[in-house]
């Protein structure tokens, strides 16, 4: 019986141990996937305690404690803070097989040097010893990020953002680079005329631009990725079921925008076609700053709506959707490979069905022109946990080229999250270490473990060029 979160958790060979302890597990971190506030790194901010910086805005944790009959009370509710740690201590040691029962045990390891498995035994003990530490300065959300060795974080930032806070990070370095990610998502959000006007009306405010028109819209973010370039970002991030496509001509685009900005509700039909027609121009737009498109397809979102109404969306009541990628997907790379317009993209999927169908795309699209152009991205969501990680590795591995691979994202609210770095390179290490102990692949421990660096970082750093 081997113990519990040792030095070579998770790995299960020799092989395994030598090429995690020996190339990952010291690599530096890219996270050019999350979505921290960028406002916490500008103030350096220090977390009042265990339950803020832990459970607030975690809804992993939420999910977990309303499946073990915790009151919403103590969830999102007004319960004092130490009381809503109790009762995430009572869920904790209920969690077994879950990833959260590893991942709350890595990290009160890796910050806090805490070996104790947390149960409703050691949590008052814990919450206060935690509670205590976050007062330090080395507790401060920048000195987190250096301590854990991160170099690049990509925030997710809104095309209305000032970017004041990363304006002002920029100023006073500290040596990690935090940068932003610019998410249109609600830019083609038409299923409410009146708040998508009410956004349209901040776009139009921030551009400078009146926005009556398609072409209107257009440049004002043309405008907008311009000044978010100036500002270092590199990357755009899209939150899409699917692409959705249906063929309206110019003049019923034209009318269509035209429409919802008189307040009109659209059909359907019209919806896909403007969003389409959108993320086309966004695409191009793209490419022309050599910037890396990243598109979340998959998420069946915001399922209940009583607690919607109570709790709003983004507190753990979305799933995984069953819905058809592939066909419209190749016909929106397509168009924009057709005219060279293609830029460097990574596809995510939450459905689980969908990896060869996801690993297999990237391959239709790469033209030689850049290592990795098209990236099948990390195990996101309901799949990055060690199951749903060792399938996407595998499925990138069997249908393109594992070796390419820009690795881990923490797409994580919480500055806690970073051993989840450290979970994919030991699931990775032990993947490629079977294999070899296996004789599926020669024991070449400098081709290998130079494989497992440009996974952990190389890749990435080359592929984004931050």
């Not at 690795?407 to 030991?426: I, V």
């Not at 070899?436 to 070449?444: A, F, M, R, Y």
């Amino acid at each position: 019986m081997k113990p519990f979160l040792t030095k070579d958790f998770l790995l299960q060979t020799e092989t395994a141990k030598i090429l995690y302890h020996d190339s990952a597990s010291d690599q530096p971190i890219i996270d050019y996937h999350c979505h921290l506030l960028p406002a916490d790194i500008d103030s350096d901010k220090n977390f009042a305690n265990l339950t803020k910086i832990w459970l607030d805005g975690d809804h992993y944790k939420w999910r977990a404690m309303r499946t073990f009959g915790i009151d919403e009370k103590y969830i999102t509710g007004d319960a004092p803070d130490k009381e809503k740690f109790l009762k995430w201590a009572e869920t904790v040691p209920y969690t077994v097989r879950n990833p959260l029962y590893h991942w709350t045990h890595m990290e009160l390891k890796n910050y806090f040097g805490i070996d104790k498995l947390l149960s409703p035994r050691t949590a008052e003990e814990i919450y206060d010893q935690c509670t205590k530490d976050l007062q330090k300065t080395d507790f401060s959300t920048k000195s987190i990020l250096k301590r854990m060795n991160v170099k690049v974080v990509c925030t997710t930032d809104d095309p209305v953002d000032s970017l004041s806070h990363h304006q002002n990070i920029k100023k006073d370095p500290f040596g990690v680079k935090v940068l932003p990610a610019f998410r249109p998502d609600k830019v083609y959000a038409f299923n409410d005329p009146e708040k998508y006007n009410s956004y349209i009306d901040q776009l139009s405010d921030v551009s400078d631009i009146e926005i009556k028109t398609l072409t209107d819209l257009y440049e004002a973010l043309h405008k907008r990725i311009s000044y978010f370039h100036e500002n270092g970002c590199k990357l755009a991030d899209h939150g899409l079921e699917k692409i959705f496509h249906a063929n309206l001509s110019s003049s019923e685009l034209r009318d269509s925008f035209i429409q919802v900005r008189k307040g009109n509700k659209l059909s359907v039909y019209q919806k896909h076609g403007l969003t389409y027609a959108i993320l086309i121009e966004l695409g191009k737009m793209y490419e022309n700053k050599n910037w890396v498109q990243q598109y979340h397809l998959g998420a069946l979102r915001n399922t209940n709506e009583r607690m919607l109404d109570e709790l709003g969306p983004d507190t753990g009541f979305d799933s995984i959707g069953d819905f058809s990628q592939s066909r419209n997907l190749s016909r929106f790379l397509n168009q924009l490979d057709s005219t060279n317009q293609l830029a460097k993209t990574i596809l995510y999927n939450l459905n689980p069905a969908e990896n060869e169908v996801m690993a297999a795309m990237i391959g239709n699209y790469n033209d030689g022109s850049v290592k990795g152009k098209m990236q099948y991205g990390s195990a996101w969501w309901f799949l990055d946990q060690k199951d749903g990680m060792e399938k996407q590795l595998n499925a990138l591995s069997n249908l393109g080229l594992l070796s390419c691979f820009v690795g881990m994202l923490t797409d994580s609210r919480s500055f806690l999250s970073y051993p989840r770095h450290e979970y994919f390179r030991r699931i990775l290490c032990n993947l490629i270490g079977a294999d070899v102990e296996n004789g599926e692949l020669p024991n070449d421990p400098e081709l290998l473990g130079g494989i497992v660096e440009d996974i952990c970082y190389n890749n990435a750093n080359e592929y984004f060029a931050f």
